[in-house]
C-alpha cells in the first residue's frame, strides 16, 4: 500500500511517501480502501513530535478516512465488504489502506460524496461529544465557536444551528467570516479587529453566551470567561496559544462557570466507540438528508502530503483538507 512515514520529527518535508505491506484487520476491526483522509493539526503536531499516537496505534498520521470496506476482521457482524463508511482512526489514515474499530464507523450514504466523507468524523465527533454530551448545549442557548472557519468551527455552526442555538464565531478575515454566515452563524467577530469579549457583550447586550468551544487554550482563558453567561460552559480541545492563562476563581464562582478540557484521540476505545453510537444516533440523519455537509476547501494527492500541511499552516483555508491516495 501506499502511506506517509515520519522516519523523524520536523517541517514538512518529514513526510515521506513510500510503500509499506498492506495492513490486515485484526479481531473487531476492517480494512478499508481509503477514498481520502482528513488532515488535522493534531497530525501537524504527530510530525513535529509533539504529539504520538496512543499506544498500539499505527504509527502513521492520520486521524480519518472514508472509503469502501476492503475485508472484515472477525467478529465483525455489522458491516460487509463493500459499504461505504467513513471512520475516526487513532492514526493510520495517510494511506491507500487503512485499519478501522468496527465500533468507529459511520455509514457513508448514497446522497454524499465519498471523498467528502472523510471531513466528517473528526470534526463531529469532536463536536458531538464536547458541545453537547459534556457540555449540554441546548435548543434556544447560544454558542461561541472560536476559529468559525475551520473543520470543526464549520460542523459546529452547522449543529448548533439543526438543534436550535443561536451561533456566534470568530474569525480573522472577511471571506472566512462569510463563509460561517452562509452556514448560519449569527454573531461575527473579527478577532484580529475587535476584542471578541466587548463584541460579545455588546451582542448579547451583557447576557453572554452558555458554551463555548476553543481550541487557542490560555491565551484566551480571561476573555472566555468574561464572556460566559451565568451557569456557562467553556470546552477547551486545544492550546494553541501555547500559553497557560490567569484564572479568575472569584468570577468563576460568582457565576457558576465550568471548565472542561479534552483530546478525542487519547480516549480509550470504548469511549470513542460510544461517542460515535451517539454519533449516528442523533447526528448522522442530518448528514444523511443534507441539513449537515462537510465543508472542503481543498483536496491534494497523498503525496503532496506536505502542502496540504503548509496550506494548513498557513490558516488561510476554510473548512478541511484532504488527502487522495
Known amino acids: 500500500m501506499h502511506a506517509i512515514t515520519v522516519p523523524s520529527p520536523g517541517g514538512v518535508d518529514s513526510l515521506v511517501h513510500t510503500r509499506l505491506p498492506d495492513v490486515v484487520a485484526g479481531t473487531g476491526e476492517v480494512v478499508i480502501e481509503v477514498a481520502a483522509a482528513g488532515v488535522n493539526r493534531a497530525d501537524i503536531g504527530q510530525r513535529e513530535g509533539n504529539y504520538p499516537p496512543p499506544a498500539g496505534a499505527s504509527p502513521l498520521p492520520g486521524m480519518e478516512v472514508s472509503g469502501i470496506i476492503r475485508s472484515l476482521g472477525h467478529g465483525v457482524s455489522d458491516w460487509a465488504v463493500g459499504d461505504r463508511v467513513c471512520a475516526l482512526l487513532p492514526g493510520g489514515g495517510y494511506a491507500s489502506l487503512a485499519v478501522a474499530a468496527a465500533g468507529q464507523l459511520l455509514p457513508v450514504p448514497e446522497s454524499l460524496d465519498l471523498v467528502d466523507a472523510a471531513g466528517l468524523p473528526e470534526a463531529i465527533a469532536t463536536v458531538w461529544s464536547n458541545v453537547f ?42 471571506a472566512k467570516l462569510a463563509a460561517c454566515e452562509r452556514l448560519g452563524a449569527d454573531i461575527l467577530i473579527d478577532y484580529r479587529e475587535t476584542d471578541f469579549a466587548e463584541e460579545i457583550s455588546a451582542a448579547t447586550e451583557g447576557a453572554g ?20 453567561a451565568p451557569h456557562g460552559r467553556l470546552v477547551n480541545i486545544a492550546n494553541l496559544s501555547g500559553e497557560s492563562g490567569d484564572l479568575d476563581f472569584g468570577l468563576m464562582m460568582r457565576r457558576w ?6 483530546t478525542l484521540r487519547a480516549r480509550r476505545p470504548e469511549e470513542k466507540d460510544e461517542i460515535m453510537a451517539s454519533v449516528r444516533e442523533n447526528v448522522w440523519p442530518l448528514v444523511e438528508n443534507g441539513q449537515i455537509v462537510p465543508v472542503i476547501d481543498s483536496r491534494f494527492a497523498l503525496a503532496d502530503a506536505g502542502k496540504a500541511h503548509e496550506r494548513m499552516e498557513s490558516s488561510g483555508h476554510i473548512g478541511k483538507l484532504l488527502l487522495l491516495p
Not at 457540555?135 to 452547522?158: D, F, K, M, N, W
Not at 453566551?209 to 460566559?228: A, C, F, K, Q, W
Not at 462557570?257 to 479534552?262: D, E, K, M, N, R
Open 133 to 174: 454530551l459534556t457540555a449540554g448545549l441546548r435548543s434556544g442557548e447560544t454558542l461561541l465557536v472560536h476559529g468559525g472557519s475551520s473543520g470543526i468551527g464549520t460542523i459546529a455552526i452547522q449543529l448548533a444551528r439543526a438543534f436550535g442555538c443561536l451561533v456566534a464565531v470568530t474569525a480573522g478575515t472577511p
Open 209 to 228: 453566551v452558555d458554551v463555548i468551544l476553543d481550541s487557542i487554550g490560555g491565551g484566551y482563558l480571561d476573555r472566555n470567561l468574561r464572556s460566559l
Open 257 to 262: 462557570l465550568s471548565i472542561h478540557g479534552s
